[in-house]
């Protein structure tokens, strides 16, 4: 029987997987220190990512874990540090301790937001993009990926680090018709994280086949992620915000991060 512990559930990644991720035979052990209604084939955990010993317990029997849990955005760097950073190594260590084989985290692009984007819609940038953060939020996502590749070369843990794009039910900026992963594209890409054999440690995309993306699929495609969904479709809703926002969103990969 297979158990996915899914931290930071009660967030809206958290909650557009646990509408798609439910299987005949699967348990989804949804963890958050916010309140979470139970559902058939779940099981609830309340508790912070940042308490290891919480952690540790969570872990138990489980075959992968889904790490969302943190802050989602900027903030100091007190509140980073104490739930990003600290949480993020409690989950790679209570999965070592646990015995468990794979986590696959939710990194950002904000990891590598200082990338600059090309100007050549021909030239997609790789999956493998040396860290470039632009906040202390993906300094936060820089060292997660870090505890993933130090957990894999290690402890033979396998570490699937996502580096999400604008995931939600629309993109709301110009931006955003580039950076979008669609939910039912989110859910599509974790499953491929957590059925492709050995993938070890890396990163990949987290984007979906927009037809303005400057992304590489490459890497979602070798861990057998298909996209099926375009922003392009929003493109007639979505207008300009002011020219720093969106020249930032076409300069940087972090976008509006970045000012
Ligand atoms: C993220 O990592 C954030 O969690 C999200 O709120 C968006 O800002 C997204 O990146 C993005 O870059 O659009």
């Given at each position: 029987m297979?158990t996915?512990?899914?931290?930071?559930?009660?967030?809206?990644?958290?909650?557009?997987l646990?509408?798609r991720m439910p299987r005949?035979?699967?348990?989804?052990?949804?963890?958050?220190i916010?309140p979470?209604e139970?559902?058939?084939g779940?099981?609830v955990?309340?508790?912070?990512?940042?308490?290891?010993?919480?952690m540790?317990?969570a872990?138990?029997?489980?075959?992968?874990?889904?790490?969302?849990?943190?802050?989602?955005?900027e903030?100091?760097?007190?509140?980073?540090?104490?739930?990003?950073?600290?949480?993020t190594?409690?989950?790679?260590?209570?999965a070592r301790?646990?015995?468990?084989?794979?986590?696959?985290?939710?990194s950002?692009?904000?990891?590598v937001?200082?990338?600059?984007?090309?100007?050549?819609?021909?030239l997609?940038?790789?999956?493998?993009?040396?860290?470039?953060?632009?906040?202390?939020?993906?300094?936060?996502?820089?060292?997660?990926?870090?505890?993933g590749?130090?957990?894999?070369?290690?402890h033979?843990?396998?570490?699937?680090c996502?580096?999400?794009?604008?995931?939600?039910?629309?993109?709301?900026?110009?931006?955003g018709?580039?950076?979008?992963?669609?939910?039912d594209?989110?859910?599509?890409?974790v499953?491929?994280?957590?059925?492709?054999p050995?993938?070890?440690?890396?990163?990949v995309?987290?984007?979906?086949a927009n037809?303005?993306?400057v992304w590489s699929?490459?890497g979602?495609?070798a861990?057998?992620?298909?996209?099926?969904?375009?922003?392009?479709?929003?493109?007639?809703?979505?207008?300009?915000?002011?020219?720093?926002h969106?020249?930032a969103?076409?300069?940087?990969?972090?976008?509006?991060?970045?000012?």
């Amino acid at each position: 029987m297979e158990t996915v512990l899914i931290t930071g559930a009660a967030g809206g990644i958290g909650r557009m997987l646990r509408e798609r991720m439910p299987r005949e035979g699967r348990t989804l052990r949804l963890l958050d220190i916010a309140p979470i209604e139970p559902a058939p084939g779940t099981e609830v955990v309340t508790a912070s990512v940042a308490d290891l010993d919480a952690m540790v317990v969570a872990c138990a029997g489980v075959d992968a874990v889904v790490h969302l849990g943190g802050i989602s955005g900027e903030a100091d760097w007190a509140s980073i540090r104490d739930v990003n950073i600290e949480g993020t190594y409690a989950v790679f260590e209570a999965a070592r301790r646990a015995g468990v084989s794979r986590v696959v985290y939710a990194s950002s692009n904000h990891a590598v937001g200082f990338q600059v984007q090309p100007d050549d819609p021909d030239l997609e940038m790789p999956d493998d993009l040396a860290p470039r953060p632009d906040t202390f939020y993906g300094v936060s996502k820089v060292l997660g990926e870090a505890l993933g590749a130090l957990y894999h070369d290690r402890h033979g843990l396998d570490a699937v680090c996502l580096r999400i794009g604008t995931c939600a039910e629309m993109p709301y900026d110009l931006r955003g018709l580039s950076t979008w992963l669609s939910p039912d594209d989110c859910a599509r890409l974790v499953e491929a994280a957590l059925a492709c054999p050995e993938p070890g440690f890396r990163t990949v995309w987290g984007v979906s086949a927009n037809t303005r993306r400057v992304w590489s699929l490459d890497g979602g495609r070798a861990i057998g992620y298909a996209p099926e969904d375009d922003a392009e479709v929003f493109a007639g809703r979505i207008g300009p915000r002011d020219e720093a926002h969106d020249e930032a969103g076409r300069r940087y990969v972090g976008g509006a991060f970045t000012l």
